[in-house]
């Protein structure tokens, strides 16, 4: 079995994008080449990597396992990346950071920008990734700083919280349900409502939630992602319950913000890696992430 980085490159596109043309055009190649390297990727392998739906590429499970070694490998690569480029710009310092997709877009955006005004010169490197994985790579003291859900350690890491808010419900405009301040479980009898996966551990919060209430809703979609739920959400194809970050960071005209009665805890970890040599910019970044977090609070004092 021989694979190329050539070969491993055009996988990585293809599973980002889901497309060989796109992946054809964020390599500058051809879709042809796109497609004969992919092949000879399977070929080699001895596996199916891909399933052709609607003109789309779906990943396998083999592939989306294969991903998951092929990201160990590119990380180790950006970092011998980011060594070089230190190396080269003497006194210029980078932190670097993994943490979950949704705090990726909801709570970083805000820290950084005070970070950067304290700290001009400094870089920062930001990795989203999904649990386990994320847990892994930080237990291997690959990152400065971690950001997680779970309230415990990865191997190898100390954690403190950092935040802890309650789920909010989020609406379409115009539902009937908006001209209550605060939504109580009956009120969701019926409701047509987007769900996270089955697996997820905050749908089956909110699953034992609704079950302990007796409570009855259409349960006809579910995603994975709280952007997703967000974004079905605002086309009107139900309400839902989400996490505050995601929720303020996405509301307006057309997705509204209400609180839930009952408390389903949205936890945010700050893990530091216990053998990884101190970096200097992780105790201001850790103040600046503290600062978001304050204001977060402070904005969800002001829900109706």
């Known amino acids: ?7 491993l490159d055009i996988f990585r596109a293809v599973m980002g994008t889901s ?10 190649t051809s ?5 004969r390297e992919l092949a000879r990727l399977e070929q080699a392998l001895g596996i199916k990597l891909f399933d052709r739906v609607r003109g789309r590429l779906r990943p396998t499970v083999r592939a989306l396992a294969l991903m998951e070694e092929v990201e160990r490998s590119y990380i180790g690569l950006d970092r011998i990346a980011e060594a070089a480029v230190t190396l080269r710009e003497l006194g210029h310092v980078r932190l670097t950071l993994a943490c979950l997709p949704a705090l990726s877009h909801a709570l970083l955006p805000a820290a950084v920008p005070r970070f950067a005004a304290q700290h001009p010169q400094a870089g920062v490197s930001i990795t989203p990734q999904e649990s386990p994985l ?11 700083l971690g950001l997680i859900e779970r309230r415990e350690p990865p191997r190898g ?22 001209a209550r301040p605060v939504l109580r479980p009956r009120d969701f009898e019926g409701e047509a ?3 996270f996966a089955p697996a997820d551990p905050y749908r089956q919060q909110v699953d034992a939630m609704f079950e302990r209430h007796g ?9 994975v992602s709280a952007v997703s739920v967000c974004a079905l959400v605002r086309h009107r194809l ?15 005209p057309e997705l509204q913000i209400r609180r839930l009665s009952v408390s389903i805890p949205f936890h945010v970890g700050l893990v530091i890696p216990e053998l990884r040599a101190p970096n200097p910019l992780r105790e201001p970044f850790i103040e600046a992430l503290h600062e978001a977090a304050r204001e977060l609070r402070a904005r969800l004092r002001t829900l109706t």
């Open 1 to 7: 079995m021989r694979l190329t980085h050539r070969q």
């Open 215 to 223: 409570v009855r809703r259409q349960l006809s979609v579910e995603t």
């Open 19 to 28: 497309h060989v043309t796109r992946a054809a055009e964020a390599l500058n």
């Open 193 to 195: 409502f987007v769900s």
């Open 238 to 252: 139900g309400v839902a319950i989400v996490n505050p970050l995601t929720a303020l960071e996405l509301a307006g």
């Open 31 to 35: 879709q042809p080449t796109v497609s």
């Open 157 to 178: 890491t100390a954690i403190t919280l950092l935040l802890q808010v309650d789920e909010v419900c989020v609406l379409p405009a115009g539902h009937p349900l908006l």
């Open 134 to 144: 994320l847990e892994d790579w930080l237990t291997q003291q690959r990152f400065d």
